[in-house]
Structures are given as C-alpha cells and as structure tokens.
C-alpha cells in the first residue's frame, strides 16, 4: 500500500500521530512514498554523485552541490560501487 498523494514529510510519523491522535504505523501507511519512487530518486542521487566525483570533486564539493552532508555525499559514493555504477 502506497500513499494517495505521495509527498516528502516534514515532520516525524511520531509527531504527526500525536497530533491526529492515531498511530505512527497509521501515519506511515498514508504518506509512505511508492517502492519505485524511492528506488529511482536514489539511483538518480548516485548518478548525480557519481557524476561530481568522476569531474573530480572531493566529498565536501558534492556534499555542498547537492545540497547533503559529506556523509551522506560519501554514503551515496560507496552505494553506488556497490551498485556497480561506478569504476
């Protein structure tokens, strides 16, 4: 089950459960985003990365483009090896 209108959350399923008064369980089946979504946003983030480090970026260079932490930035590197999207 997938989200009528799927949208990015800005506040916790925790948080938004005490506010309606219903459960977090509750909460993430309403807003939870599709399988597919997620999988090709995630995939289009490490081509992104992917790209940056191949012109040469260091993470904190990719990190500041996209707009993540150098964690993130370094995370989305090695998944993308994993993923055999990179050299």
Known sequence: ????TPARRKRSAKEAA???GVSERTIR????????DYL?????????AV???TEGLKYKQIAEKMGISI???GSLIHH???H????
Do not use: T
Not at 1 to 4: D, L, N, Q, T
């Open 51 to 53: 790209e940056l480090r």
């Open 29 to 36: 089946n309403l807003v939870a985003e599709p399988r597919q």
């Open 80 to 82: 993308a090896r994993k």
């Open 18 to 20: 005490k506010l309606l």
């Open 1 to 4: 089950m997938s989200a009528e």
């Open 40 to 48: 090709r946003r995630a995939a289009e983030q490490r081509k992104r």
């Open 84 to 87: 055999g999207e990179m050299d």
């Open 71 to 73: 964690g993130v930035a």
